[in-house]
């Protein structure tokens, strides 16, 4: 009796032992908690082009930061002088729509090379965060939004201050023109309305002042340089020179077919890579020949100041 006991108590059991797990085959298990997805890292900014800085720090020739004062406002400009033995005649360079570059300082310095003074002031100075200049902003359009913001009489006065302070320097010979680039073109165009005494303002594919009134003021040469696939300026262009004719102005103009807008600092920057498209060497090689032949007219007018 003792041993059929035993055999129906371990009956028993294994009967409960297959029904529970009969049921765990049936309910279903809770699913693992997933595994969380790593945190996105974003894509770090694009670093700025560097060969324009790098062509920079190879020039021997002199250059120095100064401060320029504009009744309360201060200035801060980049200069650069040529290796000449004589006095010599000084362009203020009017910066793009970017603001003060390591492109604009290229810039002034290939002006040196010319034999020219080159002074480029940072006509955000103050105006940026925390009272700083276009360094002090994160991002492009931000100083594109301060540019365009820029109240016009105080654009006017400071380069006014600009041109009074290189003009009265022991190296200069008294004469000074102006040249711009893009916003910057605009501005050297509008600046001739205000400055009588400018030697000549050059426009690099910027537009001309859009009143009679303001035309009648210029007394320089106004000498442009524009782009072929450039409509947005291009097409002012013809306006412009119907009024400076009117006015009996002088303006010289030269339209560089297969350049686009910005062609000199696209000109300046190292060409494509072998396997890039063919309408990007393409691109870059009317840009460069544009800012070539710029050079070489640029240089021819201001030998004759």
């Not at 380069?159 to 073109?185: E, M, Q, R, T």
Request: aromatic share 8%.
């Amino acid at each position: 009796m003792r041993n059929l006991a035993i055999t129906v108590l371990l009956l028993t059991a294994l009967s409960a032992f297959a029904q529970d797990q009969h049921a765990d085959h049936q309910m279903p298990r809770p699913a693992p908690a997933p595994t969380p997805a790593p945190a996105a890292v974003p894509a770090p900014a694009p670093a700025p082009p560097v060969w324009a800085k790098q062509a920079l720090e190879k020039s021997p020739r002199h250059r120095e930061w100064v401060n320029v004062k504009n009744g309360d406002r201060t200035v801060s400009a980049f200069v650069v002088y040529p290796e000449v033995k004589t006095k010599t005649t000084s362009v203020v360079v009017i910066h793009e729509i970017f603001g003060m570059s390591d492109w604009v300082q290229l810039l002034a310095d290939e002006l040196a090379a010319a034999g020219v003074i080159a002074i480029a002031p940072d006509l955000l100075s103050g105006m940026g965060p925390n009272g700083g200049g276009t360094s002090s902003f994160t991002d492009g359009t931000s100083v594109g939004k301060s540019i365009r913001d820029l109240p016009p009489d105080q654009i006017t006065a400071d380069l006014n201050a600009i041109a009074d302070y290189v003009s009265k320097l022991p190296a200069a010979n008294g004469k000074v023109a102006v040249g711009g680039f893009c916003w910057g073109g605009a501005q050297s165009f509008r600046f001739a309305t205000n400055r009588p005494t400018l030697a000549a303002a050059f426009v690099f594919y910027g537009n001309g002042p859009d009143s009679p009134e303001a035309i009648a003021r210029i007394k320089a040469p106004v000498y442009g340089f524009y782009a072929g696939n450039d409509a947005r300026i291009g097409a002012t262009v013809p306006k412009t020179m119907e009024m400076m004719t009117a006015a009996k102005k002088d303006y010289d103009i030269v339209t560089y077919e297969g350049s686009g807008h910005g062609f000199m600092r696209a000109g300046d920057a190292p060409p494509p890579a072998a396997d890039a498209e063919q309408k990007v060497k393409d691109a870059y090689a009317g840009n460069k020949k544009a800012r070539d032949d710029s050079w070489v007219r640029w240089k021819g007018i201001l030998g004759k100041l």
